[in-house]
């Protein structure tokens, strides 16, 4: 089969087949390169097509993007859940995975399911065990230990650097494009450490506890009615975060696999509730960089 397509993105299937067929040959390596070039394409072109997240679009959208994918060649199961999550999303309520389980698609055929599949798959006979589990959250991905306990020790330091000189003022101004103030995110990512630092509480003390959900966002938005200035909040921050590190510190090697229940994303290890914060907040260490860069001050 010779890859030919009008746009690059229209190859996309061809070189995910290509990628199954090198892999095929044991060139593992060699296939990861096409594979992160299909994902790469994609990602760009979703970019590139905006990432507005108002809510009348993303409803107008979902709407057409179920329509497709019934008319198309994906399971009646999972399209059938996305219907169900629409509606969870257009009236603002958190989709859990109770009611929305992970999906998993066939690597061989792209045959998928909702939860994990018992028998082999229907079309191609791939053995159950081998289709991919969709997991909420794309930076999931667990950190080791060392990294975590990293991450989490210098994030509150490159804060410093980046709120160096700032004025309250300057912390406090909303930007136009509705995203939050440098002093929101500041706010935020304190919530954050405060929900990291009662969940390695609990996990630690009892087992497979109830994580409750947090709505750390909503608290946000209430945080300009805060009297607190933002090196008030940052000192909060820095507190919440070494208790966080003396109870990861004082943790044994097989503590960090210990479980919660999560509403929202189901079993987790305590390793995963880490690395997650750890990233977390990494994403929101961008937006006050990008902050700053729109007041001039990097
Ligand atoms: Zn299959």
């Known amino acids: 089969m010779a890859l030919s ?8 299937p061809q070189l995910c087949a290509l990628a199954t067929r090198i892999e ?6 060699a296939a990861k390169l096409l594979r992160a070039a299909a994902d790469a394409m994609i990602r760009r072109a979703a970019y590139q097509g905006g990432l507005s997240t108002d809510l009348s679009g993303i409803g107008a959208d979902l ?28 009236a603002e309520r958190q ?13 061989r055929c792209g ?29 999931l991905n667990e950190l080791d230990p060392p990294t975590a306990l990293q991450y989490l020790h210098d994030t509150p330091l490159q804060l410093d650097t980046l709120l160096s000189g700032l004025s309250e003022t300057d912390m406090a101004r909303a930007p136009e494009d509705g995203s939050w103030s440098i002093r929101q ?19 630690t003390e ?19 009615a805060h009297a607190a200035g933002t090196d008030e909040i940052v000192k909060e921050y820095r507190a919440s975060r070494t208790e966080s590190l003396e109870r990861l510190h004082a943790l044994r090697f097989e503590d960090w696999w210990r479980t919660g229940r999560h509403d929202e994303f189901g079993t987790v290890t305590l ?14 260490l961008r937006q006050i960089h990008n902050g700053c860069l729109a007041l001039n001050r990097v």
């Open 5 to 12: 397509a009008p746009h690059p993105l229209d190859a996309v």
């Open 24 to 29: 095929g040959k044991g060139q593992y390596n």
């Open 63 to 90: 709407d057409d993007a179920i329509r497709i994918l019934r008319n198309g060649a994906v399971g009646s199961a999972v399209v059938d859940a996305l219907d169900r999550a629409r509606k969870e999303v257009l």
């Open 95 to 107: 989709t859990m995975v109770s009611d929305f389980p992970d999906a998993y698609v066939c690597r």
């Open 111 to 139: 045959e998928s399911s909702l939860g994990p599949p018992r028998d082999p798959c229907g079309t191609c006979g791939a053995w159950p065990t081998t289709f991919q589990r969709f997991l909420p959250i794309y930076w």
């Open 185 to 203: 995110a500041v706010t935020h990512i304190r919530d954050a450490d405060a929900v990291l630092n009662s969940r390695i509480k609990l996990i």
């Open 206 to 224: 009892q087992d497979n506890p109830s994580l409750a959900f947090a709505a750390v966002f909503a608290w946000t938005a209430g945080a300009a």
């Open 271 to 284: 390793l995963a509730q880490v690395s997650y914060f750890a990233a977390h907040e990494l994403t929101h």
